[in-house]
């Protein structure tokens, strides 16, 4: 509250004085009346002073100070507490302190009940809190609150025992330092593209790949209804599946038990019906067989009935997973075997839905197989899709298993966690598996499994690049001889894309993230990346945030290209660089390697050239048309790690269908995209 005018009082003193000299004036003027009247020549002025003083005086202390000191008590009650302020009494102005006594009253009124409501919303919140808390600490599941960012807000210590590393669990600090990262983006994703979806449960490696968690995510929303974090619910996969393994048992062996009750029922029942004449004693033990035998499973089903119930039913848990956690885990198991078996994790990753458990349990058992009884060190893990399944095929150098050999390991024993018998798994997904010849003095075994589709982005405004053309991307001065006459497939190639603030490179757009994956051997291998945001010291337009989804938030902290572009050339290293429209993307990192003192001068294939040679005919050479005719599924559209495994699955596509059409080499191919880069601009320059 303002104060009053600091001179409003002094100004109201100064007018009493006016106004009692003006009453002086008036009685000088009357001294002559007086004076004339007889009286003494000094009582006239006397009077008058006398007159103007009392005025003053009365003024001062009826009306000035008292309104002095109720400015003051306003103030007071204004700024401190209302209810303890002595107002002065107004003998001159009664219905101003009447006034100010009633809004003494309403402040204190409002004061205290402000208080009483404070005390009682603090009091709630604090019994809430405690309720929370004893909620928290008794549940048997693990729970983590994490904001938009991904940063725990809140987590239980059921959390904590569930994680590889509980001291990484804290407020403030990613959620990914302790899960995985991928399948959380995943749901989020979904569950916010699907609005009102009932949370699913799925698996979630812990990020150190130590052990496997079943989670289910649920959205919290702000006041407007939007986003703003997520709750985790956690429980460790090895009790459920421990539990679907006792049930799995249980059942397998009453059933072999009344196999052999049955068997007895059945010849006693027989021997009755078809030997008539037996005798007495005969027949009597026969029917005593029947009646034991009878009772034992009588006994038997009530004993599985009872299990049943206790077990809560056969059900087996299954949950979508990531293959590339699928296969993480797999490799830690397999490098733990004797002899150990290396996994090398190939192709575009996928999500499939399954018992990840028995899964994993049967894939570590074919991997010791191979090594056992083959001889294999070293397989490959790759994903196919076929008929709406994913397959998971292990890969390696040498002859498929025979059929025969191949039965026998679905056989037991089995040392899986999960079930008896390898094909107990198989039979659990509703699937088989085969090994057949893979090309190249290779052969796999395939496993097709149920898909668990990933959420496709949300729908943004469109906006294409450019087409470039730099004719010498594919003869730069480190294609030398000995490259050119190299096989494709025996080459590193490192497909790569960036996103920029704009399409206008000569205008100064700047790079805003680079993503990249290396392929080996004509393989992706998802595992081998590089990404990274970059702040490109300029604002981001609104324009290409529809297309990328960088906000300048989210580059704010990042380093800038020259500390970026170093790193990607080391990722580089040796390496041919294939990008999509590639003489955008050599030209936007172009730009800054200078700076850097860097030099790119390896050698560069573009996927849209190479299509547009293998399909001449066809109008749509974009990332998005080509994986449609290649099926290649598209994720992450417009992310630069995104686009490059999407290249890069195209990439290895185009090398098959090259091969067939005898393009072996990288010099041929170099002078086919070369003559394809020209026909293609002479057409669009008609």
Same mark, same amino acid.
């Given at each position: 509250?303002?104060?009053?005018?600091?001179?409003?009082?002094?100004?109201?003193?100064?007018?009493?004085?006016?106004?009692?000299?003006?009453?002086?004036?008036?009685?000088?003027?009357?001294?002559?009346?007086?004076?004339?009247?007889?009286?003494?020549?000094?009582?006239?002025?006397?009077?008058?002073?006398?007159?103007?003083?009392?005025?003053?005086?009365?003024?001062?202390?009826?009306?000035?100070?008292?309104?002095?000191?109720?400015?003051?008590?306003?103030?007071?009650?204004?700024?401190?507490?209302?209810?303890?302020?002595?107002?002065?009494?107004?003998?001159?102005?009664?219905?101003?302190?009447?006034?100010?006594?009633?809004?003494?009253?309403?402040?204190?009124?409002?004061?205290?009940?402000?208080?009483?409501?404070?005390?009682?919303?603090?009091?709630?919140?604090?019994?809430?809190?405690?309720?929370?808390e004893a909620i928290l600490l008794d549940?048997?599941?693990?729970?983590?609150?994490?904001?938009?960012?991904?940063?725990?807000?809140?987590?239980?210590?059921?959390?904590?025992?569930?994680?590889?590393?509980?001291?990484?669990?804290?407020?403030?600090?990613?959620?990914?330092?302790?899960?995985?990262?991928?399948?959380?983006?995943?749901?989020?994703?979904?569950?916010?593209?699907?609005?009102?979806?009932?949370?699913?449960?799925?698996?979630?490696?812990?990020?150190?790949?130590?052990?496997?968690?079943?989670?289910?995510?649920?959205?919290?929303?702000?006041?407007?209804?939007?986003?703003?974090?997520?709750?985790?619910?956690?429980?460790?996969?090895?009790?459920?599946?421990?539990?679907?393994?006792?049930?799995?048992?249980?059942?397998?062996? +009453?059933?072999?038990?009344?196999?052999?009750?049955?068997?007895?029922?059945?010849?006693?029942?027989?021997?009755?019906?078809?030997?008539?004449?037996?005798? +007495?004693? !005969?027949?009597?033990?026969?029917?005593?067989?029947?009646?034991?035998?009878?009772?034992?499973?009588?006994?038997?089903?009530?004993?599985?009935?009872?299990?049943?119930?206790?077990?809560?039913?056969?059900?087996?848990?299954?949950?979508?997973?990531?293959?590339?956690?699928?296969?993480?885990?797999?490799?830690?198991?397999?490098?733990?075997?004797?002899?150990?078996?290396?996994?090398?994790?190939?192709?575009?990753?996928?999500?499939?839905?399954?018992?990840?458990?028995?899964?994993?349990?049967?894939?570590?058992?074919?991997?010791?197989?191979?090594?056992?009884?083959?001889?294999?060190?070293?397989?490959?893990?790759?994903?196919?899709?076929?008929?709406?399944?994913?397959?998971?095929?292990?890969?390696?150098?040498?002859?498929?298993?025979? !059929?025969?050999?191949?039965?026998?390991?679905?056989?037991?024993?089995?040392?899986?966690?999960?079930?008896?018998?390898?094909?107990?798994?198989?039979?659990?997904?509703?699937?088989?598996?085969?090994?057949?010849?893979?090309?190249?003095g290779e052969a796999l075994i395939r496993?097709?499994?149920?898909?668990?589709?990933?959420?496709?982005?949300?729908?943004?405004?469109?906006?294409?690049?450019? !087409?470039?053309?730099?004719?010498?991307?594919?003869?730069?001065?480190?294609?030398?001889?000995?490259?050119?006459?190299?096989?494709?497939?025996?080459?590193?190639?490192?497909?790569?894309?960036? !996103?920029?603030?704009?399409?206008?490179?000569?205008?100064?757009?700047?790079?805003?993230?680079?993503?990249?994956?290396?392929?080996?051997?004509?393989?992706?291998?998802?595992?081998?990346?590089?990404?990274?945001?970059?702040?490109?010291?300029?604002?981001?337009?609104?324009?290409?945030?529809?297309?990328?989804?960088?906000?300048?938030?989210?580059?704010?902290?990042?380093?800038?290209?020259?500390?970026?572009?170093?790193?990607?050339?080391?990722?580089?290293?040796?390496?041919?660089?294939?990008?999509?429209?590639?003489?955008?993307?050599?030209?936007?990192?172009?730009?800054?390697?200078?700076?850097?003192?860097?030099?790119?001068?390896?050698?560069?294939?573009?996927?849209?050239?190479?299509?547009?040679?293998?399909?001449?005919?066809?109008?749509?050479?974009?990332?998005?048309?080509?994986?449609?005719?290649?099926?290649?599924?598209?994720?992450?559209?417009?992310?630069?790690?995104g686009d490059a495994l999407t290249a890069?699955?195209?990439?290895?596509?185009?090398?098959?269908?090259?091969?067939?059409?005898?393009?072996?080499?990288?010099?041929?191919?170099?002078?086919?995209?070369?003559?394809?880069?020209?026909?293609?601009?002479?057409?669009?320059?008609?």
């Open positions: 509250m303002r104060p009053p005018p600091p001179g409003a009082v002094a100004r109201l003193r100064r007018l009493f004085l006016v106004l009692g000299l003006a009453v002086a004036l008036v009685a000088h003027v009357a001294t002559g009346a007086v004076a004339n009247w007889g009286a003494p020549p000094w009582a006239g002025p006397a009077a008058v002073a006398t007159l103007v003083l009392l005025a003053w005086l009365l003024a001062e202390y009826r009306l000035a100070r008292p309104l002095d000191r109720l400015s003051r008590d306003l103030l007071v009650a204004a700024r401190d507490d209302p209810r303890h302020v002595p107002w002065p009494r107004l003998a001159w102005a009664a219905r101003l302190g009447e006034a100010a006594t009633a809004l003494q009253s309403r402040l204190a009124a409002a004061e205290a009940e402000r208080v009483s409501a404070l005390a009682a919303a603090t009091a709630r919140t604090e019994e809430q809190k405690r309720r929370l549940l048997s599941h693990g729970v983590i609150v994490c904001g938009r960012d991904h940063h725990v807000l809140l987590f239980n210590q059921a959390a904590a025992d569930q994680v590889d590393a509980p001291h990484a669990l804290g407020l403030g600090r990613p959620v990914a330092e302790v899960l995985s990262r991928a399948p959380l983006e995943h749901q989020l994703e979904r569950l916010e593209r699907q609005a009102g979806a009932r949370p699913e449960r799925f698996v979630c490696a812990t990020a150190g790949g130590e052990r496997l968690l079943y989670a289910r995510m649920a959205l919290l929303t702000d006041a407007a209804g939007f986003p703003s974090g997520y709750v985790l619910t956690l429980v460790d996969a090895g009790r459920e599946v421990d539990r679907a393994g006792r049930l799995d048992r249980l059942l397998r062996t +009453a059933i072999e038990r009344q196999r052999g009750l049955l068997a007895s029922l059945r010849a006693a029942a027989e021997t009755l019906a078809d030997v008539p004449d037996l005798s +007495a004693e !005969e027949q009597h033990a026969f029917e005593r067989v029947l009646l034991e035998e009878t009772i034992q499973l009588s006994e038997q089903n009530a004993c599985l009935a009872t299990a049943l119930d206790e077990l809560g039913g056969r059900s087996w848990p299954m949950a979508e997973i990531g293959t590339a956690d699928l296969f993480a885990l797999l490799a830690r198991r397999t490098a733990a075997q004797d002899p150990p078996v290396w996994i090398v994790p190939t192709g575009v990753p996928d999500w499939v839905y399954v018992d990840s458990l028995s899964l994993l349990d049967l894939l570590e058992h074919f991997c010791g197989r191979l090594s056992r009884d083959c001889g294999v060190p070293l397989l490959g893990a790759a994903v196919a899709r076929e008929h709406g399944r994913v397959c998971i095929d292990l890969v390696w150098q040498g002859d498929p298993v025979p !059929e025969s050999t191949l039965d026998g390991w679905l056989k037991p024993p089995f040392e899986g966690t999960s079930a008896v018998d390898a094909r107990a798994v198989l039979e659990r997904h509703g699937t088989d598996c085969w090994s057949q010849p893979a090309g190249h496993i097709p499994l149920p898909s668990a589709e990933a959420p496709a982005p949300p729908p943004r405004p469109r906006q294409m690049r450019p !087409e470039f053309y730099d004719f010498d991307l594919a003869n730069r001065p480190a294609v030398t001889d000995a490259l050119r006459d190299r096989r494709l497939r025996e080459l590193t190639f490192v497909v790569f894309d960036v !996103e920029t603030t704009g399409l206008a490179l000569s205008k100064g757009d700047e790079v805003v993230s680079i993503g990249a994956v290396r392929v080996v051997n004509g393989r992706v291998l998802p595992m081998e990346t590089f990404e990274r945001l970059v702040n490109p010291g300029r604002p981001i337009p609104a324009e290409s945030v529809c297309f990328h989804g960088l906000t300048d938030a989210a580059v704010r902290d990042k380093p800038p290209l020259a500390i970026v572009l170093p790193q990607f050339h080391r990722f580089a290293t040796d390496a041919v660089l294939v990008a999509h429209n590639a003489a955008f993307d050599m030209t936007a990192i172009g730009r800054g390697a200078a700076a850097c003192d860097l030099a790119f001068d390896h050698p560069v294939l573009d996927t849209l050239l190479i299509s547009a040679w293998l399909d001449p005919e066809e109008a749509d050479h974009s990332l998005d048309g080509i994986a449609a005719r290649m099926g290649v599924e598209v994720t992450a559209r417009h992310n630069a790690l890069a699955a195209i990439l290895v596509r185009q090398f098959e269908r090259l091969e067939a059409r005898g393009i072996e080499r990288f010099g041929q191919l170099a002078v086919a995209i070369d003559l394809s880069a020209r026909l293609r601009q002479n057409r669009m320059a008609f």
